[in-house]
């Protein structure tokens, strides 16, 4: 038997008890109004045909406020249209009422039925709004008393809707105590009952005056440069800061507290995304057969990403990480149910493993962005940092060449720039590799060069993220250290660009754009979650680790710089080598790896005479 539930059975008889006395109230009034509130004044017959007439008349209420839901909407949240089905139902017993009263001959004045739908709409508004407007007015007290204090930047729709959800919302403690918005013409009104105090210069005067914990950006549809500015005036206010993501979630009606997000470091690179138009330079892509290596990794991933949204005839994922494959393969199959994609676990070092991939799958195309990339590991390691980058490479390369595959793009590193660390130093021999192959097989051999990406797999900016959750403190190696930096999707877009441009033999250049401070990046971060820095979390300086330089370069000083169509890739002029005597040097490497040489840094320094081990 289902369980009656006793509360809302007796909100439902008090509703329908006060819309009883409502109607007999408004019947009352609307002919003590024509009377100028005069009871005795009122004709006797007037009376006779209202009271006689109002059984029929409540009668009509129940049966069209039962229709129009009046008794089962949630009037907790109550809103637009809740109003109209109040307005209609008070006009469709008004029409019925005065319909009635004409067919059973009831005399009443000209004027009742104005009178009294208006009476009436006003009665049933007053008994459904006044309970959301007494449960808000408590909420915003209880708000004010123990709740987040939080400002809101831009006095757009966004805005609008974030506010209207938090205000109607008993499961947040936000309150909202003023908007901020440059729109002069905004300024000293209000939306929702929150002024709009004034501009961006007004942002710290605000904190203070209304103790702001919380900074809310909701600004989805401006530039990353407008946003950047914003944040270095919130920056210091030490107010933890959250944006809205953009602007597809104000057209989907997805705006809400949920889809804002902290402030991601990427906010502070004081540039808009860049954009590739991926349309016009993909045609390469689809219809081919396109193998990555790496593809589990944080680059690797993300090129399959784009690649599958552009139909290739098939995708090949190799990666030594099977839990990274796993992961992405089950993403792809997700988003692209259609795309032919075969994901393998196979090691680059392996030489017959690979020859057998590309033999079966003979790919069009690969992607090279297998490697062993983390430089103080690779310090210790450094044999194998030779054997997977160097040798897999190679053989990667070599399989691409022997079996027709007609491009073949290396992931490369600013670190490959005057090295040194053996990372660096491996990556640049890499380049070296593909040139040389270049010049013998048919195969456009190209290799792309960037620096650090934010968010991937081992980038500083995570590790920043969970000191700061742990209470600190951050570490950063040193405080003059700087990087280049780029998101993901941004590395990976231009990535594909370079490979549209190919010809062979290149080595692509992406301009990064300015360089960035690591120790601002640590402050901005920790303002930015709402702490102080070195009083609530305080930043040490650990030294530079094995291998780090305080800078990172892209291009060697041999390098000529020639520009492309798109301004953000350049080409660094091949500089010109021995074949023999390199082709001889790797063999000797390889012999020394195998053999766990305890030293191989001066065999390294022989092949890459730019490379400078740290410790000299």
């Known amino acids: 038997m289902k369980k009656i ?30 009377y100028e509130l005069v009871y005795r004044d009122i004709d006797e017959k007037f009376l006779e045909s209202i009271y006689s007439f109002m059984p029929v008349t409540i009668i009509l209420m129940l049966v069209v406020f039962t229709l129009l839901r009046l008794y089962n909407s949630l009037w907790a949240f109550a809103g637009v249209n809740e109003m109209q089905n109040i307005v209609a139902a008070c006009g469709i017993i008004t029409v019925l009422n005065t319909l009635g009263l004409m067919v059973f001959d009831k005399p009443v004045p000209r004027s009742y039925g104005f009178m009294f739908v208006f009476l009436l709409i006003f009665f049933t508004l007053a008994s459904r709004f006044s309970y959301r407007f007494l449960r808000g007015l408590k909420q915003k007290n209880v708000k004010k008393e123990k709740g987040t204090n939080i400002m809101i930047i831009g006095a757009g729709e966004a805005a609008n809707m974030i506010i209207k959800e938090i205000l109607s919302s008993r499961y947040t403690s936000m309150c909202i105590r003023c908007v901020i918005d440059d729109n002069a013409n905004k300024h000293g009104r209000y939306i929702q009952g929150i002024k709009i105090v004034g501009g961006r210069d007004k942002i710290k005067e605000a904190v203070d005056t209304f103790d702001i914990d919380e900074i809310f950006i909701a600004m989805p549809s401006v530039s990353k440069s407008v946003i950047s500015g914003i944040i270095d005036i919130c920056k210091d206010t030490n107010c933890k800061l959250r944006t809205l993501p953009g602007m597809y979630q104000l057209v989907n009606g997805e705006v809400n507290v949920s889809q804002l997000k902290d402030v991601e470091v990427e906010d502070l690179l004081g540039r808009d995304p860049i954009v590739v138009d991926l349309e016009s330079i993909l045609g390469y892509v689809q219809d081919s057969c396109v193998l990555v290596t790496g593809g589990g990794g944080s680059i690797g991933s993300e090129l399959c990403r784009q690649i599958a949204s552009h139909k290739p005839s098939k995708l090949i994922i190799v990666d030594i990480y099977e839990n990274n494959a796993y992961d992405i393969q089950q993403e792809l199959k997700q988003n692209y149910p259609n795309l032919t994609l075969v994901v393998l676990i196979a090691s680059v070092r392996n030489t017959n493993r690979m020859n057998s991939i590309f033999e079966e799958h003979k790919p069009d195309i690969v992607y090279h962005a297998a490697a062993h990339k983390h430089v103080p590991l690779m310090e210790d390691s450094p044999n194998e940092a030779i054997k997977n980058n160097v040798f897999g490479t190679f053989k990667t390369a070599q399989a691409a060449a022997m079996h027709g595959a007609k491009k073949f793009v290396l992931i490369s590193t600013d670190k490959a720039v005057n090295p040194t660390n053996i990372m660096g130093a491996s990556k640049r021999i890499c380049e070296m590799i593909i040139q040389t192959f270049n010049r013998h097989y048919d195969t456009e051999f190209v290799a792309v060069r960037f620096g650090n990406v934010l968010g991937s797999n081992g980038s500083v900016i995570p590790l920043f993220k969970r000191q700061i959750e742990m209470g600190g403190p951050v570490t950063v190696t040193h405080p003059d250290i700087i990087r280049y930096f780029m998101t993901i999707p941004e590395a990976v877009s231009l990535v594909l660009q ?44 650990t030294g530079l680790r094995p291998g780090e330089k305080l800078y990172e370069e ?58 400078v081990p740290k410790e000299e």
């Open 5 to 34: 539930n006793t509360a809302l059975l007796y909100r439902r008889i008090f509703l329908i008890v006060y819309d009883v006395l409502a109607v007999v109230a408004s019947s009352v009034l609307a002919l003590l109004l024509r």
């Open 554 to 611: 892209l291009l060697m000083d041999e390098e000529g710089l020639q520009d492309t169509e798109n301004k953000l890739i350049h080409i660094g002029k091949p500089i010109e080598f021995d074949e023999r005597q390199f082709f001889k040097q790797l063999d000797e490497l390889n012999k020394a790896t195998k053999s766990e040489c305890g030293d191989i840094k001066g065999m390294i320094k022989e092949i890459v005479p730019t490379y």
């Open 498 to 541: 370079a490979g549209a441009y190919a010809k062979g033999g290149e080595i692509f250049v992406l301009d990064m754009g300015a360089p960035v401070k690591i120790l601002d990046l640590a402050k901005n971060l920790i303002r930015l979650s709402g702490y102080k820095v070195d009083e609530d979390i305080k930043i040490e300086f």
